[in-house]
C-alpha cells in the first residue's frame, strides 16, 4: 500500500499485490483534500509509445471479489482521513470508463460505497479516454454520481495530431476528444486535461513552447464554447524506460524540458477562470535523466514552489519557482548536445 501523504510527492510507492490497488494516497489536489485510488484491473487495450503504465496492470480482469478486496482496503487504510476527504479520484491505469477493465456493476458497487465512507466528498474525478465517454455511459455516471460533481479526465496530450499519432502513438482523434468534451458540457461535467510539455521529444524548447500554448488555447476555446469548467494538467515530457518512444529515441542525449520551460508556459496562458496543476510525478516509470530532474535547471525548491501553486493558485510560488531555477548555478553541459543530434524524426 503506498504511503499517505498529505503533500503529492514527485514519486510514489506503488503495490505489487492483487489484493491491493496500486496506489492508495491522501494528498492535497488544488484546493480538495483528495483520496486518489489507482485500481489494479485488467490492463488498458491501447499502446501508446510513451507509456508503459499498462504493465503494472493484469492481463486478465480480476474477480469482483479482487477489486472489491482493493476498495475496500483503500478505504480502510486512510479511514481516519475519510471525515475529510472531500473529492476522490478513480482510476486504473487506464480508463475507467473502459467496461472491458472496470464493468459497471462494480463501479456502481465502489460509487455507492464511496458516498457512504466519504460523506463530505463533492467531486469524483473519472480518468478515462474519449471514446469510452459516450451519451449512455454519461447518463449512467451521472445517475451513479448523483450528490457529487463529475470530472472527466482526460489525456490529449497535443493539439497536434501528428506529433498525438505519430510520437506519442496516442490512437486518439481530436474528434473524438471534442465529442467527450460536449459531452461532459451537457452532462455539466467538468474536465481535467493533461497536456504534455514537449510532446514531440524532437523539439527544441522554442518548438514545444508554441506546440503547449497553441494545445492549452485550443482547450480553453473548447471549454469556453462546450461552458466546461475546466483544470489544465501541464506534464512535462518523461521517456518511460522499455517504452517505444525510448527505443524510438534510442541512444540519443534525450534533452528532457526543464521545469523552467513548464513555467514559460504556465505564464504565457495562464487564465484565473481556469484551475492549473503542474504535473510533477513521474509516475516511477523512467529513470531520472529523462525526466525534468535531469533537466538544466532543476532544483527540488522550485519542485516544493510549483506543488504550492497547483494546490494555492497563487502565482507568487510560479514566480518564486522561477526565481529558484534561474539562481541554480550552471553546470558542465558539455556533453549534452541538442535533443537529438545526429537522429531524424521518424514518420
Ligand atoms: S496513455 Fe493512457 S491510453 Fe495510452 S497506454 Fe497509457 S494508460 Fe493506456
Sequence with gaps: MGAIQLFQPTEFEYSDDIRLP??????????????????RTKRC?????????????????PSHE?????????LKACQDWLPQIDSISLGNEGSVLDRATLD?????????SLKDSCRNAKRIALETRPEFVSIDECKFVSQTCQGLNVDLTI???TIDDHIREKILGKSMTRKSFEEAFSLAGQFDFSSTIYVVVKS?????????????IATVEWVKALANFYKVKLILRLNPLYIPRDSKLAVKLGTAMYKPPSLLLVIDVLEKVYDPT?????????EGLADRELTYKGAYPYSPDAVRALAQFSISQDLSWVTKARNILESVPAREVSSVKSACNGYQEQQ
Excluded at 479482487?66 to 483503500?74: F, M, T, V
Excluded at 459497471?104 to 455507492?112: A, D, L, N, P, R
Excluded at 481556469?274 to 513521474?282: D, I, R
Aim: glycine share 2%; hydrophobic share 40%.
Design 200 to 212: 514531440n521529444p524532437f523539439h527544441d524548447n522554442n518548438e514545444a513552447f508554441e506546440e503547449a
Design 66 to 74: 479482487i477489486l472489491w478486496e482493493q476498495w475496500s482496503s483503500s
Design 274 to 282: 481556469v484551475k492549473w496543476f503542474v504535473g510533477l510525478s513521474t
Design 45 to 61: 487495450r491501447y499502446h501508446c509509445s510513451f507509456c508503459t503504465l499498462p504493465s503494472r496492470s493484469l492481463p486478465n480482469s
Design 104 to 112: 459497471s456493476e462494480i463501479f456502481k458497487k465502489i460509487i455507492e
Design 22 to 39: 496500486l496506489l492508495t494516497m491522501v494528498r492535497r489536489f488544488l484546493h480538495w483534500t483528495d483520496l486518489l485510488v489507482i485500481l
Design 155 to 157: 489525456g490529449l496530450e
